[in-house]
T-cell receptor
């Protein structure tokens, strides 16, 4: 399994603004998942994008994937204070049976 | 479904004592994972079970750590003897299929915060 690297490590924005965080990985993947972790809680699965997809939407979330650059981005539009959390990406290659996680991006949305 | 259930939520123990953490995965999920999270090291995968069988325990830090899954609805992570550096939040996660969980990914429990003094 491989670990994604999230960037930036921390991000602070005002409520209503958009938040963009990025993920880079090293080897080819079958899919990439994004997770959210609120303080003191377990990770929550947000969205999965497959290697043959370039963009995917879920509510206020938009995920893009560029396999040529081995990178993905997560955009949260019209952010809310409740979006304050850490966000992790998890790339997965063929035959992967486990996910490993990086340090994540810590997002703070200021009311 | 109540989700992945972990107990206890908090555990404070003295160095040298045995600690047992418990996990009940979501019914029907056949993969179970134990992770440990600290500020310094982030999230570390400790062990992975598939259909109750340990598949990969290469992340278990030392022989002091052991994990079991006697049936599809219960798993334990035991530390004996515990040390202060074991202090961390321990998460259990399950997924409905072998591998990385398909479009639904992993479902995590709320974790057990372990403090060893």
């Amino acid at each position: 399994s491989q670990q994604g690297e999230e960037d930036p490590q921390a991000l602070s924005i005002q409520e209503g603004e958009n938040a963009t965080m990025n993920c880079s990985y090293k080897t080819s993947i079958n899919n990439l998942q994004w997770y959210r972790q609120n303080s003191g809680r377990g990770l929550v699965h947000l969205i999965l994008i497959r290697s043959n997809e370039r963009e995917k939407h879920s509510g206020r979330l938009r995920v893009t994937l560029d396999t040529s650059k081995k990178s993905s981005s997560l955009l949260i539009t019209a952010s809310r204070a409740a979006d304050t959390a850490s966000y992790f990406c998890a790339p997965s290659g063929a035959g992967s049976y486990q996910l490993t996680f990086g340090k994540g991006t810590k997002l703070s949305v200021i009311p | 479904d109540a989700g992945v259930i972990q107990s206890p939520r908090h555990e404070v123990t003295e160095m040298g004592q045995e600690v047992t953490l418990r996990c009940k995965p979501i019914s029907g999920h056949n993969s179970l994972f134990w992770y440990r999270q600290t500020m310094m090291r982030g999230l570390e995968l400790l062990i992975y079970f598939n259909n109750n069988v340990p598949i990969d325990d290469s992340g278990m830090p030392e022989d002091r750590f052991s994990a079991k899954m006697p049936n599809a609805s219960f798993s334990t992570l035991k530390i004996q003897p515990s040390e202060p550096r074991d202090s961390a939040v321990y998460f259990c996660a399950s997924s409905p299929r072998t591998g990385v969980g398909g479009i639904y990914g992993y479902t995590f429990g709320s974790g057990t915060r372990l403090t060893v003094v």
